[in-house]
């Protein structure tokens, strides 16, 4: 038809074709003006390295009509994000940028996966997803899952349209309305070891980093290396601590201050153990005082712990398993579900390792048989301390001590702090019981093998360490040291058939060293705490 020869004919062929763009082109879906007396819709779309929303609204007959396109490309970081938490971040920026529409109206928020709708309404808040459901809560919004989304393949195809090359403007918002478009989308920062992997890896610092900052970040990367593609910080001791991602975090003070190994100890002592475990991010301490002050347990049980008023007279023991205190707790109200009314405890005055049981009855058989277990497991002691109580020092313990060589020393009934040691230990493991129990309060007994476990791997003031280093030479493998394993940990799986063997007789000629700076902590907290 272009060429001059040609006839024109117009067919009845050419007819309906040309009638078909004609409907086509009046069916397209074409941007209407807002009406703000009506409810409106969203619907957001999150996936690969684009995020796309579209808002619409229905006409009289009930058709929905868009009112506003919306797309953006993600940063690097961004991508790495899971499924959900992309078609969050698409919420959160769609909402945003279309706020000067919705922000007085209803909103029905249509998503295609159920995971975004229980992110949204979970209450089980970390510090990312609460930032940035508190930003969707000044909308009043309806959220409903929705199999078929309506215009999604036309919001995905612009969304590829507008994909752009790195470094040039990210973002393509289609607005009837006039109105200035803020460019700074206040979202969560990437992963604080990101920009440390990078330095480290490549030598170059991140590119939208200031040249002023840069100086100050080469300094703060001195003390950080990568040991097979993970983040160690060297602390102040050379002891090389595993970094934590900002994801991981909550997962580390759960297991540390609430789980089986927790205890539900101080912000400073829960912040210690973590790094004692081989643990490291830049805010653990202000972490911990944060999750610890939300912990409802620890708000019911909180005390105030004071100085003795009296003056103390600490007796310093310089080996393990020489020096036992025992003492009794109860009578326990409630009782447990078994019967259980007494705990009786042992603690050694030197690793601070402490042994319990639950007792029905408070008599000299089960102390007898609770003695015997401690000296099968741990040695003959040089000395068991306890009060004066007839039932610690009856014909058969007293005949059985003999026996050992074992001196049974008691404190009075009117002064039972003469046995500090065990009314030390008493009051942190009901403490710890007391946070660790369900509404069920009769189950304390089935709690006490946990209570122990935390507090053996806890470290103390007195020594600087946890019972189980002093005894053991190292720290315990914990459930989540499996999944996120510390330096020695790494080593330990790499080592061959022979090198465990080298690798713990080096840890048994370290102990006394170890065991050794344990003394003179004991003799400088002592004569701290004296009055």
């Not at 009314?423 to 129990?437: D, G, Q, Y």
Request: aromatic content about 10%.
């Amino acid at each position: 038809m272009l060429k001059k020869s040609v006839a024109f004919k117009w067919t009845a062929e050419g007819k309906a074709s040309f009638e078909a763009i004609k409907e086509a082109i009046s069916q397209a879906p074409t941007l209407v003006n807002p009406d703000f007396s009506k409810d409106f819709m969203l619907y957001a779309f999150g996936g690969g390295d684009i995020i796309s929303a579209i808002l619409v609204q229905q006409n009289k007959e009930g058709l929905e009509q868009p009112v506003v396109f919306f797309s953006q490309g993600l940063e690097e970081y961004e991508t790495r994000y899971s499924f959900i938490e992309k078609h969050v971040l698409e919420v959160i920026r769609s909402l945003k940028k279309f706020k000067h529409l919705v922000s007085n109206n209803k909103i029905q928020l249509l998503v295609s996966h159920a995971g975004v709708k229980d992110f949204l309404l979970n209450k089980d808040l970390n510090e990312k997803r609460a930032g940035w459901i508190t930003r969707v809560m000044e909308y009043d919004i309806e959220i409903k899952v929705t199999k078929l989304v309506h215009g999604k393949e036309l919001c995905e195809q612009l969304a590829l349209s507008q994909q752009v090359e790195a470094g040039d403007e990210k973002e393509t918002v289609l607005v009837l309305q006039d109105g200035q478009e803020q460019e700074n989308d206040n979202v969560p920062s990437p992963c604080w070891t990101q920009n440390m992997i990078h330095f480290l890896q490549t030598g170059l610092c991140p590119p939208e980093m200031s040249k002023a900052k840069r100086g100050y970040f080469r300094l703060q990367v001195i003390p950080y290396v990568l040991v097979d593609g993970v983040l160690f910080k060297k602390d102040i001791n050379g002891v090389l601590l595993r970094c934590i991602g900002t994801g991981q975090i909550e997962r580390v003070l759960r297991d540390f201050h609430d789980g089986d190994s927790g205890g539900h100890f101080s912000p400073r002592v829960t912040a210690l153990k973590i790094m004692k475990a081989g643990y490291y991010w830049p805010t653990v301490f202000s972490d911990c005082y944060t999750w610890i002050k939300k912990c409802k347990k620890c708000a019911l049980f909180t005390g105030k712990e004071r100085l003795a008023a009296l003056p103390l007279h600490p007796i310093l023991v310089d080996q393990p398993f020489m020096q036992w205190g025992l003492d009794f707790v109860g009578v326990i109200n409630p009782n447990s579900s078994q019967g259980h009314k007494w705990i009786l405890t042992a603690t050694d005055y030197f690793t601070k390792w402490t042994e319990a049981v639950a007792l029905k009855e408070a008599n000299e058989s089960n102390i007898l048989d609770f003695y015997e277990g401690i000296v099968t497991r741990f040695g003959v002691s040089a000395t068991i301390i306890s009060d004066n109580a007839l039932a610690f020092i009856g014909s058969k313990i007293t005949e059985w001590a003999v026996k050992n060589g074992i001196y049974l020393s008691t404190s009075s009934n009117y002064y039972p702090q003469g046995n500090g040691q065990a009314e030390s230990t008493n009051k942190n493991l009901l403490r710890i019981i007391r946070r660790t129990l369900d509404e069920n309060q009769r189950t304390w007994h089935t709690k006490l093998k946990l209570v122990l476990w935390a507090n053996r791997i806890t470290p103390k003031r007195s020594t600087g360490n946890s019972p189980y280093k002093l005894v053991y030479g190292k720290e315990a493998v914990l459930p989540i040291s499996l999944e996120l394993p510390a330096l020695e940990l790494m080593k330990q799986l790499e080592l061959s058939e022979f090198e465990p063997m080298e690798a713990r007789y080096a840890e048994l000629m370290e102990l006394e060293e170890i065991r050794e700076h344990a003394v003179q902590t004991i003799e400088k907290y002592q004569a701290l705490v004296k009055r």
